[in-house]
């Protein structure tokens, strides 16, 4: 199975600052048709997850423009160029280019 | 509205079974595959399993030989049959939506339902 490994696990973050996570897996995400299988997700406080990037740097539909994700391989990243208050919560990343499916262990990002 | 209602969970005793279900709405079921992810109380996400829109069915070592996933596109219904349940298997269950290619997700897992919750008790 692909290990993520994701980095930091806690994030505390000032309002308009910028933050980044860091996802790294134990197999290349990059399939020979040349995307890269790497999504994130955010986990909101009492909420189920929801979709922020797929194909490593595609936004999904509805998601601000200051969130960007970057990286190929196995190495991944996911920018906020300033954190808001509604940004707090869990974050995975999640591999797709192979069965089983896995999940990054989570980010925590909290508002100092 | 695109919405995954789940149902089906509950309390059941070590060993027990349990059945879960998932009706989709909104968007046309028999297009999407259509996944099982679960999260214990305060820990990440796991993956469980997955229903292609051919049928195939895929799981991880956890859980194989002990759940089956099905759909019925007739009734726009995903399900969970779940059995010799243990303790590690108390989670909230979540049904999400893919558009995958060759199993593979083509753009996220970009809806999710809201979970069921499944307690493996004595």
């Known amino acids: 199975d692909i290990v993520m490994t994701q980095s930091p696990l806690s994030l505390p973050v000032t309002p308009g600052e910028p933050a980044s996570i860091s996802c790294r897996s134990s197999q290349s995400l990059l399939h020979s048709n040349g995307k890269n299988y790497l999504d994130w997700y955010l986990q909101k406080p009492g909420q189920s997850p929801q979709l922020l990037i797929y194909l490593g740097s595609n936004r999904a539909s509805g998601v601000p423009d200051r969130f960007s994700g970057s990286g190929s391989g196995r190495d991944f990243t996911l920018k906020i160029s300033r954190v808001e208050a509604e940004d707090v919560g869990d974050y995975y990343c999640?591999?797709?280019?192979?069965?089983?499916?896995?999940f990054g262990q989570g980010t925590k990002l909290e508002i100092k | 509205e695109v919405q995954l209602v789940e149902s089906g969970g509950g309390l059941v005793q070590p060993g027990g079974s349990l059945r879960l279900s998932c009706a989709a709405s909104g968007f046309t079921f028999s297009s999407y595959d259509m996944h099982w992810v679960r999260q214990v109380k305060g820990k990440g996400l796991e993956w469980v399993s997955v229903?292609?829109?051919?049928?195939?069915?895929y799981y991880p070592d956890s859980v194989k030989g002990r759940f089956t996933v099905s759909r019925e596109n007739a009734k726009n219904s995903l399900y969970l049959q779940m059995n010799s349940l243990t303790v590690d298997d108390t989670a909230v269950y979540y049904c999400?939506?893919?558009?995958?290619?060759?199993?593979?997700?083509?753009?996220?897992?970009?809806?999710w339902g809201r979970g069921t919750t499944v307690t493996v008790s004595s």
């Open positions: 999400v939506r893919v558009q995958g290619e060759w199993l593979r997700p083509k753009s996220g897992m970009d809806v």
């Open positions: 229903v292609g829109t051919a049928l195939d069915a």
């Open positions: 999640m591999q797709g280019v192979q069965i089983p499916y896995t």
